[in-house]
């Protein structure tokens, strides 16, 4: 079993900030990337920030929010600055574990609510 666990979601307002934190407990030997996607009401789940071989980031956030991972540790977080209404989302902690193209493992995800 894999464990992610996510904390650090809330209210905050625009042009604020947040962090987010994911740690990874149980069976993830073999990971290969740690890192966040997010779900507004009425639309798909999207990828954030992924930090595995290379960094990536969702166009939407690039120069606003940077992921860091801590491989000894098993943990990733996402610092969110210059928030925007539209960054409003559950936010779900994404681990990729395994050979191959690997196992996705979710966390339940935080709110992010960002008011205008």
């Known amino acids: 079993q894999v464990q992610l666990v996510e904390s650090g979601g809330g209210l905050v307002q625009a042009g604020g900030s947040l962090r987010l934190s994911c740690a990874a407990s149980?069976?993830?030997?073999?990971?290969?990337?740690m890192g966040w996607y997010r779900q507004a009401p009425g639309k798909q789940r999207e990828l954030v920030a992924l930090?595995?071989?290379?960094?990536n980031y969702a166009d939407s956030v690039k120069g606003r929010f940077t992921i860091s991972r801590d491989n000894a540790k098993n943990t990733v977080n996402l610092q969110m600055n210059s928030l925007k209404p539209e960054d409003t989302a559950v936010y779900y902690c994404?681990?990729?574990?395994?050979?191959?193209?690997?196992?996705?493992?979710w966390g339940k995800g935080t709110l992010v609510t960002v008011s205008s």
């Open positions: 149980g069976r993830i030997a073999g990971m290969r990337a």
């Open positions: 930090s595995g071989g290379s960094t």
């Open positions: 994404n681990a990729v574990i395994g050979v191959g193209y690997g196992t996705n493992y």
